[in-house]
């Protein structure tokens, strides 16, 4: 905790602790890359392409997804707990000028690989493009409160205009067809700012099928713990991306980011976030499970399981086989996780969830080798019965 809380530029002092019979030391954080400085930096002669010692073997196939994206700012002030990004860029945001980003796009156009589609104009989080508030170029970030947690702090500058800029400036570029976001954005950030524009130019141009954002859990208890809004902003932010696309005839879909296993959370919590994703008909293609990342307070959480904030106990998650089930809940359909979430809802004590309705996130455990009964056909007419009795009250076991 003392460690995160002299990570400030302008504040942080040098962090120093006895270990054995030596010591470790924390030098203060150097001072940021502001506009000009970073400027400078992407100004730089970069070949934007993978060493040609790489083509005989077919090339960087992970490189087109970043060939001709944009990084436009530095630092995150989200700060959320299991994230590294707070230590090493710091909560000071910094970003480079329009026409520094805007050289770099211009120069895509000499580039004969460019079909007119810049893939990104993001950084930590895509949509920071100063400083949380006006105070923290004079005095330096708060230690002791978040900018973003548990809501939104009354200081906050919400304003959006000077992306919304930068992005109606890349569109207009004659070389460009399109302008995409596709690092993550803070919806809770975006929400506080009661100009809607860029909310609906981001919806109506800068998308690209799906909007990846980071809920991360369902559980109240377990975002508190990550340093993450409570779920209903993620549902408030939900219900006015369907509205914006309905405004713009889109059909663009939320990808949602989740996490399993964070400190904090038990096997009902994993259920929880499970039947919430069910609610809506969603199983995430990928989950993160919680990974200690160096010097975050989630990993003081993990290790000691102590909350550094309150030096109050965390439950943690720490077992291969636990870690295991809370990972499997949230992609409960896939046949391959099967077992570990028949295993986790008996071991929650929620069997209820073991069934057939519609609420239920697994049927009974019917052994490998038994199949459902074969579909009786109607007499006559050869089509599938409709269920009755007999199916009804099939259990899965002959
Ligand atoms: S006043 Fe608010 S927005 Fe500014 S640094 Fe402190 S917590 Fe962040």
Known sequence: MLQYEEQDYRNGQAVIQKC???YLIQNPPSKPLEGKDLDDVYA????????PSYEQEGGVPGLSEVEFSIIHNRGCFGACNFCSLAFHQGRYVTARSHESVIKEATAFGGNPRFKGYIHDVGGPTANFRHPACKKQAKSGVCK????LFPTPCESLDPSHSDY???????????HVKKVFIRSGIRYDYMLCDKNSEFFSELVRDHISGQLKVAPEHKSGKVLYYMGKPSFDVYEKFQERYKRMNQRHKKEQYLVPYLMSSHPGSELSDAIELALQLKRYGYMPEQVQDFYPTPGTLSTAMYYTGIDPRTMKEVYVPRTPVEKAMQRALLQWGKRENRALV???LKEAGREDLIGYTKDCLVRPDYGQTQRRPAQVKEKGTGKPKRRGRENK????RS
């Open 20 to 22: 054995a019979d030596r």
């Open 44 to 51: 730089l002669p970069y070949t934007r392409a993978y060493h």
């Open 144 to 147: 002791n409160k978040r900018c």
């Open 164 to 174: 919304l800029t930068l992005l109606r400036e890349l569109k207009a570029l004659p």
């Open 342 to 344: 028949m295993k986790a």
């Open 393 to 396: 009250k099939w259990t899965g």
